[in-house]
């Protein structure tokens, strides 16, 4: 993993009164509030009078599942950005319009040989005014393999089957903090005192399929594929706190949570395609994904053994810690309705795809059965749910044919993110996690040139994504004493993806593959 350290030392903050750690537990119907002892962990993580240390690592950052046209599948369709809903022209048809296999000199077998991402991640004024954050990885990226089939005694239908990741995204932070300072009220002088937060967030994607179609007439031709999709999906939060006290006392907070599944679904593309010299066009239907197994698994413990009583506030200790495994698991996705045309004009030609989304009604990934936490005797439950808007993303493309044996393609498309806008766009340790966080809307440019012989097609270019979004401001190194507790203020998140890509397609001789089948 990659990522940066950020060290800063700061004056030791005032002693904080009484009143400014007081807790408001009214409204709660329980023997005391779980959140008795947030404060101290506020206190820990307001960066002021500590030697912070922030680490933070982000892998394919823009694969998420509320954004829908994020990774491009086949190698030309990869510069136009999925702009080929009505006129791809590779095997990347088994994901955009499996009709189209039916109209096209499909090459037998495409293989993207080597595809690279550059993710970069800036919050500028992360850290505090001209304080930014800054962090990129360059590593490999989300490839597709897929070929055609062809069958002797079926002349006139055509197969293909394909291998690729549809959703990927990885990250996780670490902070870290350790110093002395009067941290307990109640106890004298300086405490020792450290701690740390930790989030990581992993999802995979994988889609297997196989794809059929059939040519109507010398115009319109129809096709299906049908994937199996496997999917993991985890996340950790975790926080913990340890105080030392000159007076040989001791405090211990430790507040964490896991919760991951695993799915195995299955879902449809129906197509429908038109195709003359001048003019393509074509549609597609994707239905929503059937969940066939799921499997999911939690864990949740709260620990808390310290002082009773600090400023007005009667605190206890808690213990609380469950795991469950086994769980029923599912995942949702979308019906979905995209559309496209290409247009002819002598030596060049013009791509146009737009695709329409549905939304998604709030409902659970996983959920632990409730529970009651050992020492409080309060009832918890802790899931992972989900819930996106209705998403409508367009692109463009533009393809010049420069001769018989090269092509420049050029392309720009929205993805704009489903992911419901009160959603914190930050992890929070309570007892509900969300399935998506990033609320940026990604925007994708891209271009490439294509090289043929009479065996092989040999693309590469590359692909540029970015996107910009306000937040709120994740850490606050304030200036001075008085800044302590004002409002930390916003930052502006800023990322960017480029992708490199060499494909490679083959043209395999037909007698070939008529002799092997027979």
Known sequence: MVGFALIVRLPVSKRVSPRQTRICCENRQRPYCRHQHEFILKRLFRPTGFIIVFILCTCNLFAQDGHYWTEQQGTNSAFLNGSVIGSVDDLGAVFYNPARLAQTGTPTLALSGKIYALNSLLIKDGAGDG???????????????????????????????????????????????????????????????????????????????????????????????????????????????????????????????????????????????????????????????????????????????????????????????????????????????????????????????????????????????????????????????????????????????????????????????????EINQYPQNDEISHGSLIKADIYHLGGGILMKTKLLEITTGLTYSFANQLIERPFNFPGNEEDINSDPGESELQLSRWKFILGFSFHLAEDKLEVEFK
């Open 131 to 421: 304080k930014d954050l800054k962090q990129s990885k360059f590593g490999g990226a989300p490839s597709m393999f897929a070929g055609t089939l062809n069958f002797y005694f079926l002349p006139n239908h055509f197969f293909a089957y394909s291998f690729f990741i549809r959703h990927q995204f990885s990250t996780n932070y670490f902070i870290y903090k350790d110093d002395v300072g009067d941290l307990i009220d109640i106890w004298p002088g300086d405490e020792m005192y450290g701690g740390q937060l930790g989030f990581q967030k992993n999802l995979t994607e994988e889609w297997i399929g196989l794809s059929w179609a059939y040519p109507v007439n010398d115009t319109w031709s129809v096709g299906i594929s049908n994937f199996l999709t496997i999917r993991n999906q985890n996340e950790f939060i975790g926080r913990e706190l340890q105080i030392y006290s000159p007076s040989d006392e001791m405090a211990i907070f430790e507040k964490s949570h896991q919760i991951g599944y695993k799915t195995l679904g299955i879902l449809w593309k129906l197509s429908l395609a038109y195709n003359t010299p001048r003019l393509t066009a074509g549609l597609t239907i994707t239905t929503p994904k059937v969940t066939l197994n799921g499997n999911g698994n939690t864990l949740y413990r709260n620990f808390y053994d310290g002082p009773k009583e600090i400023g007005n506030s009667k605190l206890k200790d808690i213990y609380v810690s469950d795991q469950q495994l086994d769980l029923n698991a599912r995942h949702k996705s979308p019906l979905s309705i995209g559309f496209g045309t290409g247009i002819n004009l002598g030596k060049s030609r013009l791509h146009l795809s737009g695709e329409w989304f549905s939304s998604i009604a709030e409902y659970e990934n996983v959920a632990a059965d409730p529970f009651a936490g050992q020492s409080d005797r309060v009832v918890y439950e802790f899931k992972m749910v989900e819930k996106l808007n209705v998403v409508f993303n367009a692109g463009l493309g533009y393809e010049l044919h420069a001769s018989d044996k090269y092509s420049l393609f050029g392309s720009f498309a929205t993805d704009f993110s489903a992911v419901q806008p």
